[in-house]
């Protein structure tokens, strides 16, 4: 639930701020697919079962192993994720394929930056935790328990955010009784766009671009001439500060004290011009802003900072498509007319 007047964001009763640094990603993983959280031996039961679903079929290898490698990370991630659902595109979306799919997604973005990398890919590891073993696939060596746990809590900040563009493309995929992969692979197409999923690279971008604190309100101001868009910044929900950010900004300061440094300028010149051109119109800060900083202090190339919000989401997704196939209902929104009334059409000959 996303209450955009007060700045909550609660996930099955919960409020973000309240599991995002003391739970694990699997354990927000059960919340979402079975609405509570789960006991030891349940939570148990789910780490050992996503740990034996990470493997990719051969067919998802080899589509892997086929692309460019200057193809961008999430057209990877669409195109495997679609292979290696393959071999259940008969089957009505279960927990079980939920946690499959979730699984998978680390195991394809980490062999295919290692192949960037012209670096064999690195095979999972069962006794590591979902994010742990992300990094470990990525870089060939285990990560500082800050590092892990920092991304855990991007992971569980980012699982889930209401009916946005690309849980409602999936939900809408599973009100026609499609596969969970295809449900899956079309929120992924909608993720891809930089208006929903690809601000953080693009806030690390800009960033580059403004280069120091003292350059920021010069910058600022003459892009606001040329209409450019401030990035990290609005919300179509909140109203208030994003309350994933105010975590965010916590660690970005702990961990990325340079990048903080010049981002909490920006914010500042940015949130003041915004104000000074719409006064009436509610401005603040969103969850890509800091998100940028904690990313890029993880260690994560910037063209994967959208795949790994994709990492985190997956859990979402496929949460929201078991309960759509539940009490399942077509979804066919009405569209309003506005051309023409019916009329006559004008033969080949008389058009001219």
């Known amino acids: 639930m996303v209450d955009g007047e007060n700045g909550r964001l609660v996930y099955h009763g919960y409020v973000i701020a309240d599991l995002a640094e003391e739970m694990s990603f699997e354990e927000v993983a059960h919340?979402?697919?079975?609405?509570?959280?789960?006991?030891?031996?349940?939570?148990?039961?789910?780490?050992?079962?996503?740990?034996?679903s990470r493997a990719l079929t051969p067919a998802a290898t080899a589509t892997?192993?086929?692309?460019?490698?200057?193809?961008?990370?999430?057209?990877?991630?669409?195109?495997?994720?679609?292979?290696?659902?393959?071999?259940h595109r008969l089957e009505k979306p279960t927990v079980a394929l939920a946690i499959h799919l979730t699984a998978s997604f680390p195991t394809i973005l980490a062999a295919f930056h290692r192949r960037q990398q012209g670096q064999p890919a690195i095979k999972p590891r069962a006794d590591l935790g979902h994010a742990a073993n992300y990094l470990y696939m990525m870089n060939g060596k285990e990560s500082s328990p800050e590092i892990v746990r920092a991304l855990n809590t991007y992971l569980v900040l980012l699982a889930d955010h209401g009916m946005?563009?690309?849980?409602f493309t999936a939900r809408v995929i599973a009100s026609t009784d499609s596969d969970l992969a295809s449900c899956v692979v079309g929120a992924i197409g909608a993720l891809k766009g930089p208006a929903h999923g690809?601000?953080?690279?693009?806030?690390?971008?800009?960033?580059?671009?403004?280069?120091?604190?003292e350059n920021a309100e010069r910058w600022m101001r003459e892009a606001r001439t040329r209409k450019v868009k401030f990035m990290g910044f609005g919300h179509r929900v909140y109203?208030?500060?994003?309350?994933?950010?105010?975590?965010?900004?916590?660690?970005?300061?702990r961990m990325n004290p340079k990048f903080y440094a010049l981002a909490t300028k920006v914010e500042e010149v940015a949130l003041r011009i915004l104000h000074e051109e719409h006064p009436e119109r509610p401005q603040s800060?969103?969850?890509?802003f800091y998100s940028a900083g904690v990313l890029q202090a993880i260690g994560l190339p910037k063209q994967y900072f959208t795949p790994t919000f994709a990492v985190s989401r997956a859990a979402g997704w496929t949460a929201h498509v078991l309960e759509q196939v539940a009490n399942n209902r077509i979804i066919r929104p009405q569209s309003e007319y506005i051309g023409p009334e019916p009329r006559k059409p004008v033969p080949l000959a008389e058009r001219g």
């Open 285 to 288: 800060t969103n969850v890509e």
């Open 198 to 213: 690809g601000a953080p690279s693009a806030v690390i971008e800009q960033l580059e671009q403004i280069g120091t604190a």
């Open 31 to 52: 919340l979402l697919w079975h609405g509570r959280l789960p006991t030891r031996a349940e939570l148990d039961a789910l780490t050992l079962e996503l740990a034996g």
């Open 239 to 253: 109203r208030v500060y994003d309350p994933r950010a105010k975590i965010l900004k916590a660690m970005c300061e």
């Open 164 to 167: 946005n563009a690309s849980t």
């Open 64 to 87: 892997l192993e086929a692309l460019p490698t200057d193809t961008d990370p999430m057209d990877v991630l669409r195109s495997v994720v679609s292979v290696q659902g393959v071999e």
